[in-house]
Protein backbone atom coordinates (compact mmCIF):
# COMPACT_ATOMS: atom_id res chain seq x y z
CA UNK A 1 0.00 0.00 0.00
CA UNK A 2 2.93 2.29 0.28
CA UNK A 3 4.30 2.29 -3.15
CA UNK A 4 0.45 2.30 -4.34
CA UNK A 5 0.06 5.67 -2.20
CA UNK A 6 2.95 7.04 -3.21
CA UNK A 7 2.64 6.41 -6.54
CA UNK A 8 -1.33 7.70 -6.05
CA UNK A 9 0.39 11.30 -4.82
CA UNK A 10 3.34 11.62 -6.98
CA UNK A 11 0.54 11.69 -9.75
CA UNK A 12 -1.26 14.28 -8.22
CA UNK A 13 1.39 16.43 -7.40
CA UNK A 14 2.49 15.56 -11.31
CA UNK A 15 -0.62 17.43 -12.39
CA UNK A 16 -0.71 20.11 -10.42
CA UNK A 17 3.08 20.62 -11.61
CA UNK A 18 2.07 20.54 -15.04
CA UNK A 19 -0.96 22.57 -14.71
CA UNK A 20 1.34 25.13 -12.80
CA UNK A 21 4.18 25.48 -15.91
CA UNK A 22 1.55 25.80 -18.55
CA UNK A 23 1.73 22.23 -19.14
CA UNK A 24 -1.81 21.02 -19.04
CA UNK A 25 -5.13 22.81 -18.59
CA UNK A 26 -5.72 22.43 -15.47
CA UNK A 27 -9.05 21.38 -13.98
CA UNK A 28 -9.43 22.34 -10.47
CA UNK A 29 -13.32 21.29 -9.92
CA UNK A 30 -12.32 18.40 -11.47
CA UNK A 31 -8.95 17.53 -9.01
CA UNK A 32 -10.67 18.18 -6.16
CA UNK A 33 -13.28 15.55 -6.82
CA UNK A 34 -10.56 13.09 -7.59
CA UNK A 35 -8.65 13.85 -4.25
CA UNK A 36 -12.29 13.49 -2.61
CA UNK A 37 -12.78 9.38 -4.06
CA UNK A 38 -9.16 8.91 -3.69
CA UNK A 39 -8.97 9.99 0.04
CA UNK A 40 -12.78 8.68 0.68
CA UNK A 41 -11.42 5.39 -0.33
CA UNK A 42 -8.36 5.48 1.90
CA UNK A 43 -10.52 6.67 4.66
CA UNK A 44 -13.40 3.69 4.17
CA UNK A 45 -10.48 1.26 3.89
CA UNK A 46 -9.11 2.79 7.33
CA UNK A 47 -11.96 2.53 9.09
CA UNK A 48 -13.13 -1.02 8.29
CA UNK A 49 -10.02 -2.44 7.60
CA UNK A 50 -6.66 -1.18 8.19
CA UNK A 51 -7.84 0.08 11.86
CA UNK A 52 -9.76 -3.00 13.17
CA UNK A 53 -6.10 -4.77 12.29
CA UNK A 54 -4.20 -2.64 14.25
CA UNK A 55 -6.81 -2.66 17.38
CA UNK A 56 -6.68 -6.75 17.09
CA UNK A 57 -2.81 -6.84 17.25
CA UNK A 58 -3.32 -4.13 20.25
CA UNK A 59 -5.80 -6.50 21.93
CA UNK A 60 -3.40 -9.49 21.38
CA UNK A 61 -0.83 -7.40 22.87
CA UNK A 62 -2.70 -6.18 25.75
CA UNK A 63 -4.14 -9.62 26.37
CA UNK A 64 -0.29 -11.98 26.12
CA UNK A 65 1.00 -9.13 28.26
CA UNK A 66 -1.65 -9.71 31.22
CA UNK A 67 -1.01 -13.23 30.74
CA UNK A 68 2.86 -12.86 31.10
CA UNK A 69 1.89 -10.77 34.65
CA UNK A 70 -0.71 -13.05 35.71
CA UNK A 71 2.33 -15.78 35.20
CA UNK A 72 4.99 -13.61 36.68
CA UNK A 73 2.97 -12.89 39.54
CA UNK A 74 2.55 -16.64 40.44
CA UNK A 75 6.30 -16.72 40.97
CA UNK A 76 6.50 -13.89 43.35
CA UNK A 77 7.73 -11.16 40.19
CA UNK A 78 5.37 -8.26 40.82
CA UNK A 79 7.30 -5.84 38.69
CA UNK A 80 7.63 -5.92 34.90
CA UNK A 81 10.05 -4.24 32.17
CA UNK A 82 8.49 -2.59 29.44
CA UNK A 83 5.51 0.19 28.41
CA UNK A 84 2.66 -1.50 26.86
CA UNK A 85 0.84 1.97 26.61
CA UNK A 86 3.13 3.39 24.38
CA UNK A 87 3.22 -0.08 22.32
CA UNK A 88 -0.16 0.12 22.00
CA UNK A 89 -0.23 3.59 21.06
CA UNK A 90 2.71 2.96 18.03
CA UNK A 91 0.46 0.00 17.15
CA UNK A 92 -2.68 1.90 16.61
CA UNK A 93 -0.72 5.00 15.35
CA UNK A 94 -1.42 5.88 11.44
CA UNK A 95 1.25 5.09 9.03
CA UNK A 96 2.16 8.39 7.21
CA UNK A 97 0.44 6.96 3.89
CA UNK A 98 -2.94 7.31 5.89
CA UNK A 99 -2.17 10.28 7.23
CA UNK A 100 -1.74 11.86 3.78
CA UNK A 101 -4.88 10.79 2.47
CA UNK A 102 -7.74 8.95 4.90
CA UNK A 103 -6.18 11.50 6.88
CA UNK A 104 -7.26 15.06 4.70
CA UNK A 105 -10.52 13.22 3.67
CA UNK A 106 -12.84 15.15 6.27
CA UNK A 107 -10.80 18.45 5.30
CA UNK A 108 -11.06 17.41 1.13
CA UNK A 109 -14.91 16.50 1.71
CA UNK A 110 -16.07 19.61 3.75
CA UNK A 111 -14.15 21.72 0.81
CA UNK A 112 -15.52 20.09 -1.83
CA UNK A 113 -19.21 20.45 -0.69
CA UNK A 114 -18.44 24.15 0.35
CA UNK A 115 -16.86 24.76 -3.14
CA UNK A 116 -19.31 22.23 -5.51
CA UNK A 117 -23.24 23.82 -4.01
CA UNK A 118 -22.47 26.56 -1.76
CA UNK A 119 -20.26 29.43 -2.16
CA UNK A 120 -16.70 29.36 -4.51
CA UNK A 121 -13.79 31.40 -4.28
CA UNK A 122 -13.00 33.59 -7.40
CA UNK A 123 -9.43 35.85 -7.99
CA UNK A 124 -10.19 38.68 -10.49
CA UNK A 125 -7.48 38.48 -12.86
CA UNK A 126 -8.22 41.22 -15.35
CA UNK A 127 -9.54 44.97 -15.83
CA UNK A 128 -12.66 43.89 -17.99
CA UNK A 129 -15.27 44.27 -14.99
CA UNK A 130 -14.19 47.65 -13.97
CA UNK A 131 -15.64 49.86 -11.95
CA UNK A 132 -17.28 47.51 -10.16
CA UNK A 133 -14.80 44.48 -9.84
CA UNK A 134 -10.53 45.21 -9.67
CA UNK A 135 -7.98 43.22 -10.53
CA UNK A 136 -6.90 41.24 -7.13
CA UNK A 137 -10.39 41.28 -5.73
CA UNK A 138 -11.15 38.19 -4.15
CA UNK A 139 -14.79 37.09 -4.51
CA UNK A 140 -17.67 34.79 -3.26
CA UNK A 141 -19.73 33.39 -6.10
CA UNK A 142 -23.48 32.07 -4.96
CA UNK A 143 -23.34 28.23 -6.64
CA UNK A 144 -27.20 27.68 -5.41
CA UNK A 145 -28.98 30.72 -6.91
CA UNK A 146 -29.47 29.79 -10.39
CA UNK A 147 -30.01 25.87 -8.96
CA UNK A 148 -27.76 23.66 -8.03
CA UNK A 149 -25.12 21.87 -10.84
CA UNK A 150 -23.20 18.12 -10.02
CA UNK A 151 -19.66 18.98 -9.95
CA UNK A 152 -17.38 18.82 -13.37
CA UNK A 153 -20.11 18.15 -15.42
CA UNK A 154 -22.45 21.38 -13.88
CA UNK A 155 -25.47 19.44 -15.23
CA UNK A 156 -28.46 20.66 -13.14
CA UNK A 157 -29.64 18.94 -10.55
CA UNK A 158 -32.69 21.63 -9.07
CA UNK A 159 -34.39 24.37 -10.09
CA UNK A 160 -33.09 28.04 -8.70
CA UNK A 161 -33.34 31.63 -9.73
CA UNK A 162 -33.56 32.42 -13.55
CA UNK A 163 -30.23 34.39 -14.50
CA UNK A 164 -31.64 38.56 -14.74
CA UNK A 165 -30.84 41.64 -16.69
CA UNK A 166 -27.60 43.02 -14.27
CA UNK A 167 -26.41 40.12 -12.36
CA UNK A 168 -22.46 39.55 -12.30
CA UNK A 169 -22.58 35.97 -13.41
CA UNK A 170 -19.48 33.51 -13.77
CA UNK A 171 -19.73 30.94 -16.06
CA UNK A 172 -17.57 28.32 -18.22
CA UNK A 173 -16.40 30.41 -21.29
CA UNK A 174 -17.84 29.11 -24.27
CA UNK A 175 -14.80 28.75 -26.58
CA UNK A 176 -12.45 27.01 -23.84
CA UNK A 177 -15.12 25.72 -20.77
CA UNK A 178 -12.20 25.32 -18.64
CA UNK A 179 -11.86 28.52 -18.14
CA UNK A 180 -14.21 30.27 -15.74
CA UNK A 181 -14.89 34.04 -16.73
CA UNK A 182 -17.22 36.66 -15.35
CA UNK A 183 -19.35 39.47 -16.63
CA UNK A 184 -22.57 40.91 -16.63
CA UNK A 185 -25.75 39.50 -17.99
CA UNK A 186 -26.90 42.04 -20.64
CA UNK A 187 -29.39 40.03 -22.45
CA UNK A 188 -31.74 36.96 -21.77
CA UNK A 189 -33.14 34.83 -24.03
CA UNK A 190 -35.69 36.53 -26.46
CA UNK A 191 -34.15 39.76 -26.12
CA UNK A 192 -32.39 42.02 -28.86
CA UNK A 193 -29.53 43.67 -27.67
CA UNK A 194 -27.63 46.89 -29.39
CA UNK A 195 -24.58 48.19 -28.62
CA UNK A 196 -24.31 50.79 -30.97
CA UNK A 197 -22.00 53.44 -30.45
CA UNK A 198 -21.07 52.68 -27.48
CA UNK A 199 -24.59 52.99 -26.04
CA UNK A 200 -26.55 50.02 -25.13
CA UNK A 201 -30.71 49.36 -25.88
CA UNK A 202 -32.39 46.18 -25.45
CA UNK A 203 -35.54 45.24 -27.58
CA UNK A 204 -35.14 48.82 -28.58
CA UNK A 205 -35.05 50.66 -25.30
CA UNK A 206 -32.01 52.67 -24.90
CA UNK A 207 -31.02 52.12 -21.24
CA UNK A 208 -30.87 55.23 -19.10
CA UNK A 209 -27.10 56.41 -18.27
CA UNK A 210 -25.93 59.75 -16.56
CA UNK A 211 -22.36 60.86 -16.70
CA UNK A 212 -21.13 61.04 -13.10
CA UNK A 213 -17.24 61.57 -12.17
CA UNK A 214 -14.32 60.27 -14.20
CA UNK A 215 -12.98 56.64 -12.89
CA UNK A 216 -8.67 57.56 -12.23
CA UNK A 217 -7.50 54.03 -13.17
CA UNK A 218 -4.03 53.36 -11.11
CA UNK A 219 -2.68 50.41 -13.33
CA UNK A 220 -3.44 52.21 -16.83
CA UNK A 221 -2.26 55.96 -14.80
CA UNK A 222 -4.89 57.44 -16.82
CA UNK A 223 -8.62 58.53 -16.32
CA UNK A 224 -11.36 57.52 -18.25
CA UNK A 225 -15.50 58.26 -18.86
CA UNK A 226 -17.93 56.57 -16.13
CA UNK A 227 -21.39 56.14 -16.35
CA UNK A 228 -24.37 55.33 -14.19
CA UNK A 229 -26.37 52.52 -15.93
CA UNK A 230 -29.90 51.28 -15.14
CA UNK A 231 -30.27 47.79 -16.13
CA UNK A 232 -32.62 45.38 -14.46
CA UNK A 233 -33.35 46.22 -10.86
CA UNK A 234 -30.09 47.75 -10.02
CA UNK A 235 -27.83 50.47 -11.66
CA UNK A 236 -24.27 49.84 -12.04
CA UNK A 237 -21.21 51.92 -13.11
CA UNK A 238 -19.44 51.24 -16.43
CA UNK A 239 -16.42 53.20 -18.15
CA UNK A 240 -16.16 53.48 -21.89
CA UNK A 241 -12.86 54.54 -23.60
CA UNK A 242 -12.78 57.87 -26.42
CA UNK A 243 -9.65 56.23 -27.96
CA UNK A 244 -11.31 53.09 -28.71
CA UNK A 245 -13.52 52.78 -31.83
CA UNK A 246 -17.14 51.64 -31.85
CA UNK A 247 -16.62 49.29 -33.94
CA UNK A 248 -16.09 45.11 -32.79
CA UNK A 249 -13.01 43.58 -34.03
CA UNK A 250 -11.29 40.39 -34.39
CA UNK A 251 -14.57 38.52 -33.77
CA UNK A 252 -14.44 34.55 -33.47
CA UNK A 253 -16.72 32.23 -34.99
CA UNK A 254 -19.57 30.82 -32.42
CA UNK A 255 -22.93 29.32 -32.67
CA UNK A 256 -25.94 31.04 -33.45
CA UNK A 257 -23.42 33.87 -35.29
CA UNK A 258 -26.77 34.47 -37.74
CA UNK A 259 -28.26 36.24 -34.64
CA UNK A 260 -25.83 39.69 -35.31
CA UNK A 261 -25.12 41.93 -37.29
CA UNK A 262 -22.27 43.66 -37.42
CA UNK A 263 -21.56 47.74 -38.58
CA UNK A 264 -18.96 50.37 -37.77
CA UNK A 265 -21.10 51.64 -34.96
CA UNK A 266 -21.48 48.24 -33.33
CA UNK A 267 -23.51 45.37 -33.05
CA UNK A 268 -26.73 44.06 -32.78
CA UNK A 269 -27.39 40.60 -31.44
CA UNK A 270 -30.71 38.74 -30.73
CA UNK A 271 -30.66 36.12 -27.72
CA UNK A 272 -31.54 32.61 -28.81
CA UNK A 273 -33.50 30.70 -26.12
CA UNK A 274 -31.50 29.08 -23.59
CA UNK A 275 -28.31 31.25 -23.94
CA UNK A 276 -27.12 34.79 -22.53
CA UNK A 277 -25.46 38.11 -23.37
CA UNK A 278 -22.59 39.07 -21.26
CA UNK A 279 -21.05 42.36 -21.47
CA UNK A 280 -18.12 43.82 -19.09
CA UNK A 281 -18.43 46.65 -17.30
CA UNK A 282 -15.12 48.03 -18.76
CA UNK A 283 -16.91 48.46 -22.06
CA UNK A 284 -14.17 49.11 -24.13
CA UNK A 285 -11.50 46.76 -22.29
CA UNK A 286 -13.31 43.70 -22.32
CA UNK A 287 -13.64 40.31 -24.39
CA UNK A 288 -17.13 39.35 -24.27
CA UNK A 289 -20.49 38.19 -26.29
CA UNK A 290 -19.92 40.16 -29.04
CA UNK A 291 -16.34 38.85 -29.99
CA UNK A 292 -17.48 35.17 -28.45
CA UNK A 293 -21.25 34.84 -28.46
CA UNK A 294 -23.90 33.83 -25.93
CA UNK A 295 -23.42 31.91 -22.82
CA UNK A 296 -25.34 28.58 -22.97
CA UNK A 297 -27.10 28.22 -19.55
CA UNK A 298 -25.57 24.67 -19.06
CA UNK A 299 -22.14 26.83 -18.85
CA UNK A 300 -23.39 28.86 -15.69
CA UNK A 301 -21.38 28.38 -12.71
CA UNK A 302 -23.00 30.81 -9.85
CA UNK A 303 -23.94 34.63 -9.13
CA UNK A 304 -21.22 37.02 -7.82
CA UNK A 305 -22.03 39.09 -5.70
CA UNK A 306 -19.68 39.93 -2.67
CA UNK A 307 -16.16 40.75 -2.40
CA UNK A 308 -14.58 38.99 0.54
CA UNK A 309 -11.06 40.54 0.69
CA UNK A 310 -8.03 42.76 -1.40
CA UNK A 311 -4.99 42.68 -0.23
CA UNK A 312 -4.00 46.03 -1.86
CA UNK A 313 -6.93 47.41 -0.57
CA UNK A 314 -9.06 46.55 2.00
CA UNK A 315 -11.57 48.63 1.79
CA UNK A 316 -12.86 46.97 -1.24
CA UNK A 317 -14.92 44.41 0.92
CA UNK A 318 -17.90 44.25 0.68
CA UNK A 319 -21.03 43.62 -1.44
CA UNK A 320 -21.78 45.00 -5.05
CA UNK A 321 -24.10 45.43 -7.91
Known sequence: MQALTSAVLGAFVAYVGAWYFG??????????????????????????????????????????????????????????????????????????????????????????????FLFEPFKIPSGSMIPTLLVGDLILVNKFHYGLRLPVLNTKITEGAVPQRGDVMVFRYPPKPSLDYIKRVVGVPGDEVAYLNKRLTINGQPLETLSVPEFFDEDAMRYFKQFEEGLGDNKHRLLNDDNRPAFVPGTSEFEFKGNCRYSVEGVVCKVPEGHYFMMGDNRDNSLDSRYWGFVPDKNIVGKAFFVWMNFGNPKRIGSFN
Open 23 to 116: MVDGNFALLLFLATVVTGAYWLAERFFFLPKRQQVAAALEAQSLKRHEELSKLGIARVDGDLSEAKKNILAQPWWLDWTAGLFPVIIAVFLLRS
